[in-house]
Structures are given as structure tokens and as C-alpha cells.
């Protein structure tokens, strides 16, 4: 189907064990996105993509790894995963700048808990 | 500190009524506010945006107003339908970086 899917959509895990949580858009958007979703915080960003191998900062980048090697691809790495880091994921992808709405295009999230 | 901040959490409406969502943001380097409506269990999805450069965007029954000098934004929605009920995100953005607010959720009662 076209879109943007997330998997896992539910993952449970461990105090310093890693995860990847995986994003997968089908149309060719140039921008992907990571947010996560807290209580009190709405969405933050982490990190963002203009383009394969071209990756960037948001507001909340510690403790996280991204990737691009493809553009319709752009996981998301906790390294060594924290109870802090226990949260909703969501990625999202954007056409180039300059268009019309300047809107984002959001996957269904990842509910992560870190144990 | 959050740079949008939206203070009401929730707003319960009238069917038929208007609804209308308020939004505050701090950077005046903002380039362009958007609008997203979230259902449980699912991403935001988009609902309506505005360049930092009008005051008044429409579409269908919803309509944004920005107000620069005071750094306000709002969401109006004209008539509500139960099927509005959702939570609602502001949203603003500066080059590739994008701040969202915490959220209203709104109920429209039938």
C-alpha cells in the first residue's frame, strides 16, 4: 500500500539493550521526520532527513542514531535504550519545500517501552 | 521552553457550534503554523496551514487566523460535527525545524 508505515507498531524491551525502529514511505518524499510523543510535551522532534545520507538535529537528539542509505527508508536507533526513552514514535515524511502547505505526512507510531 | 504552547487541554462543543482552538508561540522567526487533528491510535494528520506572511487562511468549514503581533494563532471550525471530535495540534515551523504544541482535545457533543 502507499503511505508511510512504522514497525514495529508495539515493542517492549530492556534498560540498555538497542532498538531500531523502522519508517518506510513509498512516495519519494524528499524531508523524513522523527517525533516523539509525551505527556505534557506533544510532539518533539529528534532527528530529520533532507535527503539520503544528508541527516540533522531536532530538538531532542541525545540518546538516539538515525540512517538513511535509501530514500524511502529512515530508522530510528536507541543505542542503549533508557526508561526515559519510553514514548510514541512517530516519523513522517514531507515533500520539498516551497509547496503550498508546508505539511508533514505522519505513520501510525511506535508505542516503545523500556523496562 | 516550549516554543508553541497551546493552554486549553480540552474544549467540549455543540454540535452545530463553533468551535475555536488557540495556539501561542514565542519565536517570531516562525515561517509557517499548521493545523493537525489526531486520532487515538493513529498519526496526526494535516488539517489546514498558513505562511507567516497572511492572517487568514480558509478551507471548508475550518479557518485559521494569525496574529503576529500578539503571536497568536486559532482554529475555527464552523459548524462542529461529532466527527471533529479529536485532539488538535498547532504546529509551527522555522526551515526544516518544527515545534508542535501539547494539544486540545476537543469533544463535539451531538
Known amino acids: 500500500d502507499a503511505g508511510i508505515t512504522q514497525s514495529p507498531r508495539y515493542k517492549i524491551t530492556e534498560t540498555g539493550r538497542q532498538v531500531t525502529l523502522m519508517c518506510h514511505q513509498t512516495w519519494s518524499h524528499s524531508y523524513m521526520f522523527w517525533y516523539r510523543q509525551d505527556l505534557g510535551h506533544g510532539l518533539r522532534l529528534i532527528y530529520y532527513?533532507?535527503?539520503?545520507?544528508?541527516?540533522d538535529k531536532g530538538e531532542v537528539p541525545d540518546g538516539y542514531v538515525v540512517s538513511r542509505s535509501k530514500t524511502e527508508n529512515f530508522p530510528l536507533t536507541l543505542e542503549s535504550a533508557t526508561r526515559s526513552q519510553t514514548s510514541v514514535y512517530f516519523c513522517?515524511?514531507?515533500?520539498?519545500?516551497?509547496?503550498?502547505?508546508?505539511?508533514?505526512?505522519f505513520g501510525p507510531g511506535t508505542r516503545l517501552t523500556v523496562l | 521552553d516550549q516554543q508553541v504552547k497551546q493552554n486549553s487541554p480540552s474544549l467540549s462543543v455543540q454540535e452545530g457550534r463553533i468551535s475555536i482552538l488557540n495556539c501561542d508561540y514565542t519565536n517570531s522567526m516562525f515561517d509557517y503554523f499548521l493545523w493537525y487533528k489526531k486520532y487515538p491510535a493513529e498519526g496526526p494528520t494535516f488539517l489546514i496551514s498558513?505562511?507567516?506572511?497572511?492572517d487568514k487562511n480558509e478551507d471548508g468549514r475550518f479557518t485559521v487566523f494569525l496574529n503576529k503581533s500578539a503571536k497568536h494563532l486559532s482554529l475555527h471550525i464552523v459548524p462542529s460535527q461529532p466527527g471533529d471530535s479529536a485532539v488538535y495540534f498547532c504546529a509551527a515551523s522555522v526551515g526544516n525545524q518544527f515545534y508542535f504544541g501539547t494539544g486540545t482535545s476537543l469533544t463535539v457533543i451531538p
Open positions: 513522517a515524511s514531507r515533500r520539498r519545500p516551497g509547496l503550498r502547505h508546508n505539511e508533514q505526512f
Open positions: 532527513s533532507a535527503a539520503a545520507d544528508i541527516t
Open positions: 498558513i505562511s507567516s506572511i497572511k
